[in-house]
Structure formats: structure tokens, C-alpha cells
């Protein structure tokens, strides 16, 4: 099965969006997303048997989110940078205007 940076990203925003308690660093959500592919595909955890293609798209995806306005870099005063994020205020807004543009461009 070949992923997808349409794969990934759709996996991110499950996990941000429509999670209680979504990832707070890029790292976990690298993580959460590799599960997710791994169960999908119906193999156990995947994080080391990711291909560096992957991984690279995982970046992509993550800049992605912020050029976006879905998530923010920093978390809280104490973590107010990188690899520290926290969902925008209108992540959810922004999530749809977002898809409707891809939409849009046959994206």
C-alpha cells in the first residue's frame, strides 16, 4: 500500500480534530499517525519500519497544518515553541475552508 500525503494529512486532522486529547508535540503526532497506517494496514506499530519518504511527507503534512491555521506552534508560555503545538482557535474552520480549496483545485 502506497501512502499518501492526502493519506497522512487525513489522519492528522482525525487525530487533532476529533480527539479529547489530541498530541501536543510533533513527535507524538508522528507517532499517532504511524499507528494509525500500521492498523489500517492491519500490522503492528510501524514507527521504525517507516520509509524516509514518509517520514519527510509527515513533515510536509505538519507545515502543512500550520500554513493552514489548524495548529500553532508553541503550547503554553513555558512551551511557547516548536516541537510544542496546540490547535488554532478556529482549527476547525480553518480545517474546512481548507479542504474546500483542495476541493476546488482537484487536489
Request: aromatic share 6%; hydrophobic share 40%; proline share 5%.
Amino acid at each position: 500500500m502506497t501512502t499518501t500525503k492526502s493519506d497522512i494529512r487525513a489522519i492528522a486532522l482525525d487525530i487533532l480534530l476529533d480527539t479529547t486529547n489530541p498530541p501536543k508535540q510533533k513527535v507524538n503526532l508522528d507517532l499517532a499517525i504511524a499507528s494509525e497506517l500500521a492498523r489500517k494496514a492491519g500490522q503492528p506499530k510501524r514507527g521504525d519500519a517507516l520509509s524516509g519518504n514518509e517520514w519527510l511527507m509527515f513533515d510536509e503534512v505538519f507545515w502543512d497544518l500550520i500554513m493552514d491555521r489548524i495548529i500553532t506552534p508553541g503550547m503554553d508560555m513555558a512551551n511557547s515553541g516548536l516541537p510544542w503545538f496546540r490547535l488554532h482557535s478556529e482549527a476547525r474552520q480553518n480545517a474546512k475552508r481548507a479542504e474546500q480549496v483542495q476541493k476546488q483545485s482537484g487536489h
